[in-house]
């Protein structure tokens, strides 16, 4: 099992940048696939980008790719999700998840965190 804890999300400007962290507990860390997804209010979960278990795959959202980066260290057992030129749409929660495949797919993913809340003004 699996427990996941997210953090770094804060308030931001657009064009701004932040660092969120997704630090897990257990002894499996590293043969999980991780992903980030994002909530804004009224609409659904969202993927936004995944991990392979070795860090060697990535794989983005549209909307994401060429502003966001994911990446892993395995010894610490976190996960990273770097945001960059930050737009007001990006604002929402954000959720870590932990599972088998780096799919972008929400069924997929067992382990899920409680959330950190990005708001980016315009």
């Known amino acids: 099992q699996v427990q996941l804890v997210e953090s770094g999300g804060g308030l931001v400007q657009a064009g701004g940048s932040l660092r969120l962290s997704c630090a897990a507990s257990?002894?499996?860390?590293?043969?999980?696939?991780m992903a980030w997804f994002r909530q804004a209010p009224g609409k659904q979960r969202e993927f936004v980008a995944a991990?392979?278990?070795?860090?060697?795959?990535?794989s983005y959202a549209d909307s994401v790719k060429g502003r966001f980066t994911v990446s892993r260290d395995n010894a610490k057992k976190t996960v990273y999700l770097q945001m960059n030129s930050l737009k007001p749409e990006d604002t929402a929660v954000y959720y870590c998840a932990a599972g088998y495949g780096s799919s972008r797919y929400r069924a997929d993913y067992d382990y899920w965190g409680q959330g950190t809340q990005v708001t980016v003004s315009s």
């Open positions: 257990g002894r499996t860390f590293s043969t999980y696939a």
């Open positions: 991990i392979n278990w070795s860090g060697s795959s990535t």
